[in-house]
Structure formats: C-alpha cells, structure tokens
C-alpha cells in the first residue's frame, strides 16, 4: 500500500508517522489513500508505532493521493497538504483535514495542467510548489526544465519564481552530403546516391540547409550553403546535373576540402550552428591521400559531428575500409553500414534521428551532452530559513548546476 513514509510532525520527538500511497488500500477499495498513525515514545526514547487505530484519509472524488505531502498546523487543528492524481489522470493538490479525515481539492493560483508529479517544500504558510515535468518543445527535440510556483498565504497568491527558463541550443544544423564519386561507383548507384541525397534535403525543416560536396582524386564542391538557401527550389535540378569524377578514392582530401572551403561563413555555414558531416563512401583509401587521422583531429577540434556511411562489402571485420570508417565516424552510434545503394532508403528514418539529435547540444563530442543539458528542475523542494550553502554542479555539464537557488525575501527554495 505505502509508497511514501514521512514524518511530519514540526517538534521532536513527533507526534505522527504519516504512510502515504496512491495504490488501493486492501479492503477499502480506495484508489489513494493517507493514513496517519500515532506512536508514543517510552523513557528509553524508543517508540511503539500504534497500527491497529490509524487515521484513514480519502478523497471523496475517488482521487489517487500521496505523492508528496506537507503539513499546516498543528494537533487536530491542523491539515494535510497532499499532491496526487485527478480522476482524470491530472496533477492536483488536495487539503486533508485531521480533524475529520477529508480530503478536497485545492485550486491553485496559477498552475494550469500540471502533472502528478508535484512536489511541496513549506515553512509556515510559506510554500513552493513545483512540477518537474513541464514540457518545453525544441523544434523535434523536448526537455524538461520543470516549473515552481511560491504561495506566501497557500494556497492563495501564487505567483510563478523567476527562474529564467533555457532557451533552445543551437537551433540552426549545417549539413553536408562528402559523397565518393570514385571509378568503384557505376552511374547507376550514383543515381540512388543523389535520390537519397535529394529526400533528406526535401524533408528537412526549415532550420536546416544542406551543402553537397563529391570526391575522388580531387575533390568538387556540388552545392554549398549559399547556393541552397537560394536555390530551395531547385535542389532535383541542381542534384541532376552532378556527373560521376570516377578517379581514386582520397577522402581524407575531401574532408578536408570541406572543413576549409564549406563549413564557412563564405560559403553560407551560419555562425552558432551544430554542424553535421555525413559522408558516404564505398571503399578504403587510396594510396597517397593525406593523412586521415590528423584531418579528423581537425574536424574534432571544430566541434563537427560526423556520420560515416559504408556501402557495399568492403567494410569486413578488420578490414583497413573498416577502420577508416571508425576513425570518421564520432561514435559507432555514428557508423552505418548498408549492403549497396538499393538499401540507402532503410537508414532515412535512423539518419533523420541522428540529424535532429545534435539539435540543442552544445558539445557535439560529448554523446551524453544532450541529455544532461535537458535536466529538470523542481523534483524535490526544500523551504529553509536559512540560506543553504552553494549549489555543486553535476559532473560534466558543462551548461549550469542542476541545483538551482533562489532567494525568496528572508526564506531561500532549494530545487534540485
């Protein structure tokens, strides 16, 4: 039955042990329930917990209560503040009377479709309330920064803390298509190239713009980012008039083509962009390109996330085709390997993920970059009256402490 267990008396040694619980309690057919159980202490300053006449609380609407709970006042005087679930599945607030065992719902000032995951912090009639859930949409992406509300006289003047919400990161992609246009590509599978090429710039929001670059021997800018912005319009005629170069196969040139003359401003890259290389090859290198290590060094050292894609059946365990493909790829999440380019269609959906992943990440090397930055704030809540010592940052966010503190007149709201 339990799910939280809580001492809420203000003195010690206290008065209640309360046992709280959204689950139905065996017998009552409630769907939550808040007991609240007296103990006695003896001269040793043991207790004995008194189960056989506990206080049963209930809500009269069939509400499932006990996520977090507060306590107002003091003896039989007293009431519960209590968070719990609607019957509808909603986030609500319920005051739980001692004196008669009821429960009603609370209207608070401010908080509109919240979750059933508040939490509570109260010193007084000074209390903080806070969902952890709210939502806050990033184009494809959403985190959850969470949202706390102060109540000087709970729960009546509420009014939302001043806590600036987190802007989206980085919200401009620039991509680039390094294809290998070498003599191992039939004209064929160039077109199945361009086609797949074509969908994912077709497909794409707003917020991103595609530049395409071909390698062989040498290396030819297709399309860069200037010519897309103004060419929308006319990317499958641009993408039609790109012809095989059929030559060796020096990737290591082209990549380093692109960090020099296409991630740009000149050529249309947009400062403040997460930057995306995806390149697709068929083969190992060449003999007498440059040194593939040291242009990767290079790309990393700029912040470019870079996806490699392998084709065909080059890219056998151990291989030297295979091992170049590591070494391009930022993570193995980041390496992609299709039989030929009939299968380039498959791995749409599982690029386009990849492609919006680096949206609102500011370290495109660090995979755990995202996810750290779209921490919540408002889990847990604690009201003292005196001011807590410095937030510590988790290690390795680079963006911030997790523990936020916030002054409030002569009290302080610790959130976590």
């Known amino acids: 039955m339990a799910r939280s267990c809580q001492l809420f008396s203000s003195r010690w040694p206290p008065r209640y042990l309360l046992v709280a619980g959204p689950r139905t309690f065996p017998g009552l057919g409630m769907s939550g329930i808040v007991a609240v159980i007296f103990f006695f202490f003896d001269a040793v300053r043991g207790f004995n917990v008194?189960?056989?006449?506990?206080?049963?609380?209930?809500?009269?609407?069939?509400?499932?209560?006990?996520?977090?709970?507060?306590?107002?006042?003091?003896?039989?005087?007293?009431?519960?503040?209590?968070?719990?679930?609607?019957?509808?599945?909603?986030?609500?607030?319920?005051?739980?009377?001692?004196?008669?065992?009821?429960?009603?719902?609370?209207?608070?000032?401010?908080?509109?479709?919240?979750?059933?995951?508040?939490?509570?912090?109260?010193?007084?009639?000074?209390?903080?309330?806070?969902?952890?859930?709210?939502?806050?949409?990033?184009?494809?992406?959403?985190?959850?920064?969470?949202?706390?509300?102060?109540?000087?006289?709970?729960?009546?003047?509420?009014?939302?803390?001043?806590?600036?919400?987190?802007?989206?990161?980085?919200?401009?992609?620039?991509?680039?298509?390094?294809?290998?246009?070498?003599?191992?590509?039939?004209?064929?599978?160039?077109?199945?190239?361009?086609?797949?090429?074509?969908?994912?710039?077709?497909?794409?929001?707003?917020?991103?713009?595609?530049?395409v670059v071909q390698y062989s021997m040498k290396t030819k800018i297709e399309m860069d980012f200037n010519t897309f912005q103004k060419n929308r319009h006319r990317l499958s005629e641009i993408m039609a008039q790109i012809e095989l170069m059929e030559s060796a196969t020096f990737t290591a040139t082209g990549i380093n083509v692109t960090l020099n003359h296409v991630f740009t401003e000149e050529a249309g890259s947009r400062h403040g962009s997460s930057q995306l290389l995806i390149v697709i090859t068929d083969g190992a290198i060449s003999n007498g390109d440059l040194n593939l290590t040291h242009v990767i060094r290079r790309a990393e050292e700029r912040g470019i996330t870079r996806c490699a894609i392998g084709v065909g059946s080059a890219f056998t365990n151990g291989s030297q085709a295979l091992r170049e493909l590591q070494t391009i790829a930022s993570s193995p999440a980041y390496l992609i390997q299709v039989k030929n380019y009939n299968e380039l269609n498959s791995i749409f959906n599982d690029l386009k993920t990849k492609m919006y992943k680096i949206e609102g990440t500011q370290s495109s090397s660090n995979e755990t970059s995202f996810e750290l930055e779209m921490a919540q704030m408002g889990f847990s809540v604690l009201l003292t009256e005196v001011r807590p010592p410095s937030p510590r940052q988790c290690p390795g966010v680079e963006s911030g402490a997790l523990a936020l503190r916030h002054l409030l007149s002569n009290k302080h709201s610790a959130f976590a």
Not at 108 to 134: E, F, H, Y
Not at 183 to 209: H, V
């Open 50 to 211: 008194d189960t056989a006449r506990p206080e049963i609380f209930a809500s009269a609407d069939g509400a499932r209560l006990g996520e977090r709970v507060v306590q107002f006042g003091q003896g039989m005087d007293g009431w519960l503040g209590v968070s719990g679930q609607d019957v509808e599945g909603a986030g609500a607030l319920y005051r739980c009377m001692l004196g008669n065992q009821t429960c009603a719902a609370i209207s608070l000032a401010g908080m509109m479709n919240v979750s059933a995951q508040l939490s509570i912090g109260s010193s007084g009639r000074d209390v903080v309330v806070c969902d952890p859930t709210a939502v806050q949409h990033c184009l494809h992406n959403s985190w959850v920064p969470g949202f706390c509300f102060r109540y000087t006289d709970f729960p009546h003047e509420g009014r939302k803390l001043d806590v600036k919400e987190k802007e989206c990161i980085a919200e401009l992609v620039d991509v680039v298509f390094l294809f290998d246009g070498s003599n191992s590509l039939s004209k064929r599978d160039l077109k199945k190239n361009k086609d797949f090429m074509l969908n994912m710039m077709q497909q794409a929001d707003d917020n991103m713009q595609f530049a």
